[in-house]
Nanobody
Framework: QVQLVESGGGLVQAGGSLRLSCAAS????????MGWFRQGPGKEREFVAA????????AYADSVKGRFTSSRDNAKKTVYLQMNSLKPEDTAVYYC?????????????????WGQGTQVTVSS
């Protein structure tokens, strides 16, 4: 069982930055690949980023590539999403999710555990 709690969301102006954190419970955090997803107003939830168990491999949606970076600290059982050059279209509820084992995947049905989400609002 893994419980995930996101934090770090908020209101930021376009061009600004935010860093989201996702803290996990349990003793086997390093067994899980992690993903970030988001759901904007009136939209379906979509893949944002994924990071492997070791943190050595990452994957990003084309819409955030070059602006967002995911990292993790297995000792702290935390995964991060650094978001730079934010745009109004990045406004969404951001979720972290855990998937047992690798490889990386963008398929949300592959992720078993989900956080409650954190709101990110980017003003123009």
């Amino acid at each position: 069982q893994v419980q995930l709690v996101e934090s770090g969301g908020g209101l930021v102006q376009a061009g600004g930055s935010l860093r989201l954190s996702c803290a996990a419970s349990g003793r086997t955090f390093s067994f899980y690949a992690m993903g970030w997803f988001r759901q904007g107003p009136g939209k379906e939830r979509e893949f944002v980023a994924a990071i492997s168990r070791s943190g050595g491999s990452t994957a990003y949606a084309d819409s955030v590539k070059g602006r967002f970076t995911s990292s993790r600290d297995n000792a702290k059982k935390t995964v991060y999403l650094q978001m730079n050059s934010l745009k109004p279209e990045d406004t969404a509820v951001y979720y972290c999710a855990a998937r047992y084992g690798d490889p990386l995947t963008q398929r949300e049905e592959e992720y078993r555990y989900w956080g409650q989400g954190t709101q990110v609002t980017v003003s123009s």
